[in-house]
């Protein structure tokens, strides 16, 4: 079904759409953080950190990222790797990257102010359609209407369409949404219909007896709004990786991930992918002879990790281990470190999780050592 097909647009406008969803989120929104301020910045970097992420595992993260970075100009001056390490488990690490570049740009170019333009907004690193109109509309009030998985599922529903998404469908429902937004308080307005879709109209038992646009609802009339919109099979690449564990003289080796590319300017142990064919054993023999040019001795297996980042999922099998000759090492990208200070560098999850293993086993072994109960 078309979504100018179905006289939806004139039936929503004649019963006043805007003003009951908005009316519905005054009483019914989360008090959140990021909706008790007006800060262009504020509200920028909440809409970024939710990319991919949920509202409960952010809010931890916002509070500590605006007490490092209060604002534009703190977050332009602060080092690469205390951003990334702030950013850390959050993932998606190229959105932390982006805030930092273009915090640069926004001190240089437009005094430390986050521009109120469309077009000056999308030429910045990490700024798309969706987040320049979330700024643009929930802080300087412009009526921009905003598109994320949220929106497109309630407006889907609303429209019984059926069939999977796609750019020309997006096409469709944000110049369908254009329609309805307000003049007054189009970011109270965008704001209504993403929570309507967080609490609501969820991807799964959406709570349709609850909704305020139950009314509104073709796939609701037809019993459809749980095949609405077509689920989207997504699909991993698995990969069996090995790392060294590798101590000496009370400090770790790391190294650091290339600039460019996945998982940029992240630390983590040496290692690397397993072959077909070999053993975990075999392969990180292989992996630390590249990389380090020297031969391992006496590994033995330390733990198994497990995460997920873009396309991939990751088990990766740590092992503790020694060197038999002194390894060759980058100055810039391979260093030795204490065990205390491996929490000032950013790691990638599951190279943090194996930090938490061995600062964990660390206090075990100090307490048992000054006697102490294990509680």
Same mark, same amino acid.
């Given at each position: 079904?078309?979504?100018?097909?179905?006289?939806?647009?004139?039936?929503?406008?004649?019963?006043?759409?805007?003003?009951?969803?908005?009316?519905?989120?005054?009483?019914?929104?989360?008090?959140?953080?990021?909706?008790?301020?007006?800060?262009?910045?504020?509200?920028?970097?909440?809409?970024?950190?939710?990319?991919?992420?949920?509202?409960?595992?952010?809010?931890?993260?916002?509070?500590?990222?605006?007490?490092?970075?209060?604002?534009?100009?703190?977050?332009?001056?602060?080092?690469?790797?205390?951003?990334?390490?702030?950013?850390?488990?959050?993932?998606?690490?190229?959105?932390?990257?982006?805030?930092?570049?273009?915090?640069?740009?926004?001190?240089?170019?437009?005094?430390?102010?986050?521009?109120?333009?469309?077009?000056?907004?999308?030429?910045?690193?990490?700024?798309?359609?969706?987040?320049?109109?979330?700024?643009?509309?929930?802080?300087?009030? $412009?009526?921009?209407?905003? %598109?994320? !998985?949220?929106? @497109? +599922?309630? /407006?889907?529903?609303?429209? *019984?369409?059926?069939?999977?998404?796609?750019?020309?469908?997006?096409?469709?429902?944000?110049?369908?949404?254009?329609?309805?937004?307000?003049?007054?308080?189009?970011?109270?307005?965008?704001?209504?219909?993403?929570?309507?879709?967080?609490?609501?109209?969820?991807?799964?038992?959406?709570?349709?007896?609850?909704?305020?646009?139950?009314?509104?609802?073709?796939?609701?009339?037809?019993?459809?709004?749980?095949?609405?919109?077509?689920?989207?099979?997504?699909?991993?690449?698995?990969?069996?990786?090995?790392?060294?564990?590798?101590?000496?003289?009370?400090?770790?080796?790391?190294?650091?991930?290339?600039?460019?590319?996945?998982?940029?300017?992240?630390?983590?142990?040496?290692?690397?992918?397993? $072959?077909?064919?070999?053993? %975990?054993? !075999?392969?990180? @023999? +292989?992996? /630390?002879?590249?990389?380090? *040019?020297?031969?391992?001795?006496?590994?033995?297996?330390?733990?198994?990790?497990?995460?997920?980042?873009?396309?991939?999922?990751?088990?990766?099998?740590?092992?503790?281990?020694?060197?038999?000759?002194?390894?060759?090492?980058?100055?810039?990208?391979?260093?030795?470190?204490?065990?205390?200070?491996?929490?000032?560098?950013?790691?990638?999850?599951?190279?943090?999780?194996?930090?938490?293993?061995?600062?964990?086993?660390?206090?075990?072994?100090?307490?048992?050592?000054?006697?102490?109960?294990?509680?």
């Amino acid at each position: 079904m078309d979504i100018h097909r179905n006289n939806l647009n004139n039936r929503i406008a004649q019963d006043n759409f805007s003003k009951e969803l908005v009316r519905w989120y005054r009483t019914h929104h989360r008090k959140l953080p990021w909706r008790e301020t007006s800060d262009p910045y504020k509200i920028w970097v909440s809409e970024v950190m939710l990319q991919q992420t949920t509202v409960p595992a952010v809010l931890s993260y916002y509070k500590k990222w605006l007490e490092l970075f209060p604002d534009v100009q703190a977050l332009a001056r602060a080092p690469l790797p205390k951003i990334l390490k702030t950013w850390e488990g959050l993932g998606y690490y190229q959105r932390a990257r982006n805030l930092h570049r273009a915090a640069k740009i926004i001190n240089e170019k437009h005094a430390g102010y986050v521009p109120q333009n469309y077009e000056d907004l999308l030429a910045l690193p990490g700024f798309g359609p969706y987040t320049a109109a979330a700024v643009l509309s929930i802080a300087y009030d $412009k009526p921009y209407p905003v %598109l994320d !998985a949220n929106v @497109r +599922r309630v /407006l889907m529903r609303l429209a *019984g369409l059926k069939k999977g998404h796609n750019s020309q469908t997006d096409k469709r429902l944000l110049l369908y949404l254009a329609t309805l937004i307000p003049k007054t308080s189009p970011g109270e307005f965008n704001q209504a219909v993403m929570e309507v879709g967080a609490l609501i109209c969820r991807p799964k038992n959406p709570r349709c007896l609850l909704c305020p646009l139950q009314r509104f609802c073709l796939a609701y009339k037809k019993g459809e709004q749980e095949v609405i919109p077509a689920p989207k099979k997504r699909s991993y690449n698995k990969i069996e990786a090995v790392v060294g564990v590798i101590k000496n003289r009370g400090k770790y080796l790391l190294q650091k991930r290339p600039s460019p590319g996945l998982l940029a300017d992240l630390w983590e142990f040496p290692g690397g992918k397993r $072959k077909e064919g070999e053993t %975990l054993a !075999a392969a990180l @023999r +292989r992996e /630390l002879r590249e990389e380090l *040019g020297a031969e391992v001795r006496g590994e033995k297996f330390l733990l198994k990790v497990r995460h997920a980042y873009t396309q991939f999922q990751v088990t990766l099998s740590a092992y503790e281990c020694r060197l038999q000759d002194k390894p060759r090492l980058k100055r810039d990208s391979q260093r030795w470190v204490s065990l205390r200070a491996l929490k000032q560098y950013p790691f990638p999850s599951g190279s943090a999780k194996i930090v938490r293993f061995l600062e964990e086993r660390d206090r075990r072994v100090s307490g048992h050592g000054l006697g102490l109960k294990k509680v």
